[in-house]
C-alpha cells in the first residue's frame, strides 16, 4: 500500500532563510502528488500540485517543489522564509488504485526564528 | 472565491451526548469527504460521498458515527453516543471530480471536545 514519509515532525528556519521540508512516497508508480497548508484552528489550504508534465511545480505564497521520479520525493521549498509561514505542512499523494483518495503524511512543523 | 461552509466552528459536548456537524460544500463538487484529524497527525478518512451515494466507509465507526448527503448537497455528520476519543478536528473537504486526481478544497473544520 501506498505511504507518504514527511521528514521532520518540526523544522525550524530563521527569517530569510531557505525552507526545505522533505516528502517520500513509497509506490514505484509515480503517484499525483500534493501539499497542502494547515494554520491553527483552520483547514487545509492546497500550497500546489504534481499531476503530469513539468516536474518543478510552482504554487501560492513562494513555494514550489520538485518531482523527482528516481528519488520518489516532492520535497517542498521556498527561498526566504516569512513569518507568515508558520505553519503545519502535509504531504499527500493519490492514486488510481485507491480511488484518488488522498494519503497523508503525518505533517511537520514550520517554526520560523526571528 | 467559492469556499466549503462549516458549523458548527467549535463544539463543547459531554459524552454519551449526540452531536451533529454540517458542511456545505463548493457549488457543483460532485465529491464530498469528511475527515477526523487528531491534533499533530494527518487527517483520516471517515467517509467520501459521489452525488449522494457512499463511496468510501470503511473507517467510520458506523456504531456511533452516521453521515448523510441527501440530495447530493450539503452533508450532516453525527457521533452518538459521544467518547471521550472523539475528541478532534473535523474537516468536510470536496472536490470538482466524480473521478481522477483533483484537488480537494477544504472548510475551516469543526473543533470538537468531549467531556
Known amino acids: 500500500a501506498q505511504s507518504v514519509t514527511q521528514l521532520g515532525s518540526h523544522v525550524s528556519v530563521s527569517e530569510g532563510a531557505l525552507v526545505l521540508l522533505r516528502c517520500n512516497y513509497s509506490s514505484s508508480v509515480p503517484p499525483y502528488l500534493f501539499w497542502y497548508v494547515q494554520y491553527p484552528n483552520q483547514g487545509l489550504q492546497l500550497l500546489l500540485k504534481?499531476?503530469?508534465?513539468a516536474t518543478l511545480v510552482k504554487g501560492i505564497n513562494g513555494f514550489e517543489a520538485e518531482f523527482k521520479k528516481s528519488e520518489t520525493s516532492f520535497h517542498l521549498t521556498k527561498p526566504s522564509a516569512h513569518m507568515s509561514d508558520a505553519a503545519e505542512y502535509f504531504c499527500a499523494v493519490s492514486e488510481k488504485d485507491s480511488n484518488y483518495q488522498l494519503i497523508w503524511g503525518a505533517g511537520t512543523k514550520l517554526i520560523i526564528k526571528p | 472565491e467559492a469556499e466549503v461552509a462549516q458549523s458548527p466552528r467549535y463544539k463543547i459536548t459531554e459524552k454519551s451526548q449526540a452531536v451533529a456537524f454540517w458542511c456545505d460544500p463548493i457549488?457543483?463538487?460532485?465529491?464530498l469527504y469528511w475527515y477526523r484529524q487528531i491534533l499533530g497527525q494527518g487527517p483520516e478518512l471517515l467517509v467520501q460521498f459521489q452525488d449522494e451515494s457512499v463511496v468510501d466507509d470503511s473507517q467510520l465507526p458506523k456504531d456511533r458515527f452516521s453521515a448523510e448527503r441527501l440530495k447530493g448537497v450539503d452533508s450532516t455528520l453525527k457521533i452518538q453516543p459521544a467518547e471521550l476519543g472523539d475528541s478532534a478536528m473535523y474537516l468536510c473537504?470536496?472536490?470538482?471530480?466524480?473521478?481522477?486526481?483533483?484537488?480537494?478544497?477544504f472548510g475551516p473544520g469543526t473543533r470538537l471536545t468531549v467531556t
Open positions: 473537504a470536496s472536490s470538482l471530480a466524480r473521478t481522477g486526481a483533483y484537488e480537494q478544497y
Open positions: 457549488s457543483g463538487h460532485a465529491t
Open positions: 504534481y499531476t503530469t508534465g
